[in-house]
Each structure stands twice: as structure tokens, then as C-alpha cells.
């Protein structure tokens, strides 16, 4: 089974950088074309967010709102990828998901895998 794990600092000043990784056992990330890795998340009693996600190759998409100051990348060595997240304010604070999105040929599109999540705070 695919299992992923994030990891980072749990508080963030605002103004700064949030940087989470994410480490995924079993399945290579680099390993066929519909696999795409994908950070969630979720503010404080608001519903789930799609940030972005990486590719099989290191092909990046991110959501329109957040493309500014994000950024998705890979070690395909330690089969991590990972979410930068710059000039962050308190309304970033949220649960941080990683998780494994599966779309072959628009024949079926879901998440198949999710990590247990991470909270960060972002707080002076």
C-alpha cells in the first residue's frame, strides 16, 4: 500500500516561507503517467483546498489563486516532493495535505491516497 507522510515546522512567522515535504513509501514518483502528487489543504473550519501538484516527470500545475507564491518540486533520489509557500499570512494557517491523484485518460480521476496531515500555524 502507497503510504505518505508530511513533514515540516508546524509554526511560520507571517511574511515567511512555509516549507513542508512530503515522503512517499513503496510507489516510485516517478513512475507512470496518470500518478500525480498533490498538496491539499484545509483552513480551520473551511472546506478542502487544492493548492498544486507535480508530475511523473516534474511537470507542476497549481491553483490560480495560489500560483504567485507557490512551488511544487522533487527529490526523485529520496522520493519526496515538496510545497513552498511564500509571504504567508495568518489565513494560511490550515491542516497540510500530500496526497496521490490518479487520472488515466479521464477514465477515472480521484484521490487515492492521502497522508495523515500537518498544522501549521501561521503566528507572530
Known amino acids: 500500500q502507497v503510504q505518505l507522510q508530511e513533514s515540516g515546522p508546524g509554526l511560520v512567522k507571517p511574511s515567511q516561507t512555509l516549507s513542508l515535504t512530503c515522503t512517499v513509501s513503496?510507489?516510485?514518483?516517478?513512475?507512470?503517467?496518470?500518478?500525480?502528487w498533490t498538496w491539499i489543504r484545509q483552513p480551520p473550519g473551511k472546506g478542502l483546498e487544492w493548492m498544486g501538484a507535480?508530475?511523473?516527470?516534474?511537470?507542476?500545475y497549481y491553483s490560480s489563486s495560489l500560483k504567485s507564491r507557490s512551488s511544487i518540486s522533487r527529490d526523485t533520489t529520496n522520493n519526496q516532493f515538496t510545497l513552498q509557500l511564500n509571504s504567508v499570512t495568518p489565513e494560511d494557517t490550515a491542516v497540510y495535505y500530500c496526497?496521490?491523484?490518479?487520472?488515466?485518460?479521464?477514465?477515472?480521476?480521484?484521490?487515492?491516497?492521502w497522508g495523515k496531515g500537518t498544522l501549521v500555524t501561521v503566528s507572530s
Open positions: 496526497t496521490r491523484w490518479v487520472c488515466r485518460d479521464g477514465q477515472y480521476c480521484a484521490m487515492e491516497y
Open positions: 507535480i508530475g511523473y516527470r516534474g511537470s507542476t
Open positions: 513503496v510507489y516510485s514518483i516517478t513512475t507512470n503517467y496518470y500518478y500525480y
